[in-house]
Each structure stands twice: as structure tokens, then as C-alpha cells.
């Protein structure tokens, strides 16, 4: 069973960043892809960022210049950095792995709210 740890969120001004973590504390990570949903406040979950397992990227347009997604598979983990940050950007945060093997189910983390706001 994978369970994945989440940790970074804040509340920040507008222009500041933040780096988004998301350990696999059970599960083999190499094999999963990571990635990114984030709700905001009154709307749907929208996608922000995914690398795959073999470091492939996607990043959602709205945040593409701003947004990096990396992993580390020595640590089993996916970070989402985050710059420029506009308040539009405020919401929960969660983070996934989906097994390349298996292809599902979407495992998903507990949430960190980011913030942002003067």
C-alpha cells in the first residue's frame, strides 16, 4: 500500500515561493509517476504538474513559467517548486503517485494549503 507524506505549504505575499514536498513513506517510488492536483477555494481540483517515472514533465499552462516538478529517488520524493506566487495560486495542494505497472489506482496525499495573499 503506498502512503505518501506531504509537507511545505504556507501562507505567503504575492511574488514569494514556495517548495512543495510529497514523500512516499511505503511503496517503491521508481516505478510510480508523481505528480500534482490543486483545489481552490469554491472550484474543482484542477491538474498543476506531473514527472513520470523516467523524469518525463508536464506542467499545466496556467502555471508553466512559474512551476517546477522534480523527484528525487534516493529520497522517494516529488518536489513542486513554486515562484512568482499570485494570490490566484491560493489552494489545497495534493500531491499523487500512480504505479506505471498497474496504471491505478491514484494514490493521493493528505493536502497542504498554500496561501497567498498582501
Known amino acids: 500500500q503506498v502512503n505518501l507524506v506531504e509537507s511545505g505549504g504556507g501562507a505567503v505575499d504575492p511574488g514569494e515561493s514556495l517548495e512543495l514536498s510529497c514523500r512516499m513513506s511505503?511503496?517503491?517510488?521508481?516505478?510510480?509517476?508523481m505528480g500534482w492536483y490543486r483545489q481552490p477555494p469554491g472550484k474543482e481540483r484542477e491538474f498543476v504538474a506531473e514527472?513520470?517515472?523516467?523524469?518525463?514533465?508536464k506542467v499545466a499552462e496556467s502555471v508553466k513559467d512559474r512551476f517546477t516538478i522534480s523527484r528525487d529517488n534516493a529520497k522517494n520524493t516529488a518536489y513542486l517548486k513554486m515562484n512568482s506566487l499570485k494570490p490566484e495560486d491560493t489552494a489545497v495542494y495534493y500531491c499523487y503517485a500512480v504505479s506505471t505497472i498497474t496504471n491505478g489506482p491514484v494514490h493521493w496525499g493528505q493536502g497542504t494549503q498554500v496561501s497567498v495573499s498582501t
Open positions: 514527472v513520470n517515472y523516467d523524469r518525463r514533465i
Open positions: 511505503r511503496g517503491t517510488f521508481t516505478i510510480h509517476d
